[in-house]
């Protein structure tokens, strides 16, 4: 199901079964349809499919953006309407606003890695066999590129230039090329030279990575393998595979790269959505400083 038909959904259930005023109504689908844009954008999702720590993504990006406690508030209540009417009419098989809370008191922004953390869970895959030389590029590869983790999953053997060091990435119909770092591009062709050709079901098969049957890595299928990579480097961060996009962005931005230039290889089609990173950038400079200078 797609977003377009769950907001028809969720606007008549207000209409016609909650018998909602005009600006709860206008108020109520403007925070859906937000809600929708930001799981397309960033998750490349949909509201039927998203799950609970995406769901928590878009409230700390809306906290990041500076939006008021009241409007943070509202934004979740209308999730946990909408979410509620999808469970009891059984569109969805659980509910994954259950978890959202609003908190009075702190404005989150995006959590990233910092980049000692980055290179201890990237050092967690032993390449001593097919498992781990997979892990490893996949690794490299998400924190190389920013990529979304259905980018990743969805990226064909075809898509990959080890001469030139880049991967194609090809989303909604929108193509760009982003550059690899050299640890990334070796870890990718011991992998593609050394384990793929054992992994494949069939020698025909296009996806760059695929799981221990031979067939396409699920999105689900990675979201284990990262979770269990966190435990295994004893990170306390709750580390997901957009925490390593968001990582990817904030360490660019932090060693002087241009924030368009950001944006383009992230695949952001609005600048605001890459503004967050400015953000965050400047609150850690001032937690630097309140910590580190004499008088502060």
């Excluded at 606003?97 to 201890?120: F, G, H, M, R, Y």
């Amino acid at each position: 199901m797609q977003n377009n038909e769950v907001y028809e959904i969720f606007e008549r259930y207000l209409r016609e079964d909650k018998k909602a005023s005009a600006n709860t109504l206008s108020s109520y689908m403007r925070d859906i349809r937000q809600l929708g844009e930001y799981l397309e954008e960033n998750f490349d999702t949909t509201i039927i499919n998203a799950a609970d720590e995406e769901l928590g993504a878009y409230i700390d990006y809306l906290r990041s953006i500076g939006k008021s406690v009241a409007t943070v508030s509202r934004s979740i209540a209308s999730i946990k309407c909408l979410y509620t009417h999808l469970c009891i009419k059984r569109y969805v098989e659980f509910n994954p606003a259950l978890k959202l809370v609003p908190d009075k008191n702190v404005q989150k922004l995006p959590q990233i890695l910092t980049s000692n953390e980055v290179e201890l869970l990237l050092n967690q895959p032993n390449c001593i066999d097919a498992k781990g030389y997979r892990d490893k590029a996949m690794l490299e590869l998400l924190y190389a590129t920013g990529i979304r983790v259905t980018e990743l999953i969805d990226l064909n053997i075809s898509d990959v230039n080890l001469t030139s060091g880049a991967i194609r990435c090809v989303n909604r119909g929108k193509e760009r090329i982003i550059p690899m770092y050299q640890a990334a591009v070796k870890a990718l062709n011991d992998y593609i030279t050394l384990v793929r050709p054992q992994m494949i079901a069939s020698p025909d098969e296009p996806s760059l990575f695929v799981n221990v049957s031979g067939d396409r890595m699920s999105r689900q299928g990675f979201w284990k393998i990262i979770k269990y990579y966190q435990k295994k480097a004893k990170i306390e961060k709750d580390i997901t595979p957009h925490t390593l996009r968001h990582s990817f962005a904030a360490h660019l931005l932090e060693n002087g790269a241009d924030i368009h230039s950001i944006q383009e290889m992230l695949g952001h089609s609005d600048i605001s959505s890459t503004q967050v990173y400015s953000h965050l950038i400047k609150k850690q400079l001032k937690d630097v400083y309140a910590k580190a200078h004499p008088r502060a």
